[in-house]
């Protein structure tokens, strides 16, 4: 059974940081890139960056270079640190999960929620 578990979510002041995690198991995550996605109220999900099994990154152009996405497969994990929140950042994050060969192979998280509020 394949399982993304998302961490790390909670509220934080404009401005602020906030780093997430999510964890793998299920699965041999060094064959899977991973992304983050989100969701605010009313809103339909977006992408928010990945990375790929080679560590290559790519973000959406709303993070204007205050997110960053990392993974470490020994602990089957991957990161989204987040720096300059806004309050139009307030949504739930999603990690997902697709095989880099399959793409017919992916998995969502049950997300977590970030508030962004004075």
């Known amino acids: 059974q394949v399982l993304l578990a998302e961490s790390g979510g909670g509220w934080v002041q404009p401005g602020g940081s906030l780093s997430l995690s999510c964890v793998a198991s299920?699965?041999?995550?060094?064959?899977?890139?991973m992304s983050w996605y989100r969701q605010a109220p009313g809103n339909e999900r977006e992408f928010v960056g990945a990375?790929?099994?080679?560590?290559?990154?790519n973000y959406a152009d709303f993070v204007w270079g205050r997110f960053t996405i990392s993974r470490d497969n020994a602990k089957n994990t991957t990161y989204l640190q987040m720096s300059s929140l806004e309050p139009w950042d307030t949504a739930v994050y999603y990690c997902?999960?697709?095989?880099?060969?399959?793409?017919?192979?992916?998995?969502w998280g049950q997300g977590t929620q970030v508030t962004v509020s004075p």
């Open positions: 997902r999960a697709d095989h880099s060969s399959f793409e017919n192979v992916w998995y």
């Open positions: 299920g699965l041999i995550f060094g064959s899977y890139k």
């Open positions: 990375i790929t099994t080679g560590g290559l990154t």
